[in-house]
């Protein structure tokens, strides 16, 4: 970690927060608890114990690893339904295998992105090749439920092959940290993820000892999840570590900064800073369905049920 990198990375465009940007207070420090995923897959929580209100228009995220299967024991997911979000996946280490009943997917593999709206609905399934299967070898990303709001709930399902080498990259002005934006903009430069739901989702990394304070959208909300290594976010630098996210109020900048010593497994400070705009409508969430009502979600299960999400088709090339 991390896969999309560069050697130089004063040769990017710099960014900063102007002077005047009113600094984000942290409001909290959440502890991932740790679980498991789909066929056994190991999971942290990341938004476990964070009141909605602070995480809209997010639903959830998992940290998926950072695990070393051995031959045999990589696992994925079954296939399974969703409908009314969308999901992304950003692998940082390993390879993935995705495939849905619309007729999107592909292969994802160290710094790629898998962004799929499930709208109004489709069976969908994540699993290792079977070489990784064979091998076995390194498997870490992240999966992240963004909502959808009620207009765009039943929309036609959609699939974004996102390669990591179509990140905007970015550093701050020393070029101590770089700056992967996925989905959204920052400071007027904008990443290849299409969105509807208004968000930015950037992967940054911080050399020990390295601090950055970025301009943020006001009108977003602000959280810092640490993927790896250990450091302090905002202006009073509140300590953060591995598995923990921070969760920012108001304001036009939010600060991260990382400390000048890190484990040898994580030399790095390794965030990902999420924001997006509100969506401030009811939510009525089970398993793989976010609608507006209990109604709705009734209405998915009995559409599951009938069929009409897709079916499986009879060779998924798994």
């Known amino acids: 970690m991390p896969a999309v990198t560069v050697?130089?990375?004063?040769?990017?465009?710099?960014?900063?927060?102007?002077?005047?940007?009113?600094?984000?207070?942290?409001?909290a420090v959440a502890t991932a608890p740790s679980g498991f995923e789909g066929e056994g897959f190991p999971v942290r929580r990341a938004?476990?114990?964070?009141?909605?209100?602070?995480?809209d228009p997010f639903i959830m995220m998992d940290q998926m690893g950072e695990v070393e299967y051995a031959a045999g024991e990589p696992k994925g997911t079954p296939w399974h339904p969703h409908r009314g979000f969308e999901t992304v996946t950003y692998l940082i280490d390993g390879t993935f295998v995705h495939q849905d009943s619309n007729g999107g997917g592909g292969t994802i593999r160290n710094g790629d992105t898998q962004?799929?709206?499930?709208?109004?609905?489709?069976?969908?399934?994540?699993?290792?090749?079977?070489?990784?299967?064979?091998s076995g070898g390194l498997f870490h990303g992240l999966q992240l439920w963004v909502n959808l709001p009620a207009s765009d709930k039943m929309m036609n399902p959609r699939y974004q092959d996102i390669r990591g080498g179509h990140v905007r990259l970015l550093t701050s002005p020393d070029g101590g940290a770089l700056l992967?934006?996925?989905?959204?903009?920052?400071?007027?430069?904008?990443?290849?993820?299409?969105?509807?739901?208004?968000?930015?989702?950037?992967?940054?990394?911080?050399?020990?000892?390295?601090?950055?304070?970025?301009?943020?959208?006001?009108?977003?909300?602000?959280?810092a999840y640490v993927l790896a290594g250990r450091g302090a976010v905002g202006q009073e630098l509140r300590p953060v570590r591995t598995g923990q996210t921070a969760v920012f109020g108001d304001g036009g900048s939010l600060t991260v900064r990382a400390d000048e010593a890190q484990d040898s497994n994580a030399p790095d400070l390794e965030v990902v800073l999420l924001g997006g705009?509100?969506?401030?409508?009811?939510?009525?969430?089970?398993?793989?369905?976010?609608?507006?009502?209990?109604?709705?979600?009734?209405?998915?299960?009995?559409?599951f049920q009938?069929?009409?999400l897709g079916t499986v088709p009879a060779v998924h090339g798994m």
């Open 47 to 55: 938004f476990a114990g964070i009141n909605y209100q602070y995480l």
């Open 277 to 303: 705009r509100p969506i401030r409508e009811p939510m009525a969430h089970y398993g793989p369905f976010v609608m507006n009502t209990q109604a709705e979600l009734k209405e998915a299960f009995e559409d």
């Open 180 to 223: 992967r934006i996925i989905a959204g903009e920052l400071d007027g430069h904008e990443g290849p993820g299409i969105t509807h739901t208004p968000i930015t989702m950037i992967h940054a990394t911080l050399a020990q000892g390295a601090e950055i304070t970025l301009p943020w959208r006001e009108d977003f909300n602000g959280l």
């Open 115 to 134: 962004w799929m709206t499930a709208g109004s609905g489709l069976l969908h399934i994540e699993a290792p090749p079977e070489s990784l299967v064979m």
């Open 306 to 308: 009938k069929g009409l």
């Open 7 to 27: 050697e130089n990375p004063i040769t990017l465009p710099r960014v900063a927060a102007p002077a005047e940007a009113v600094p984000r207070p942290v409001l």
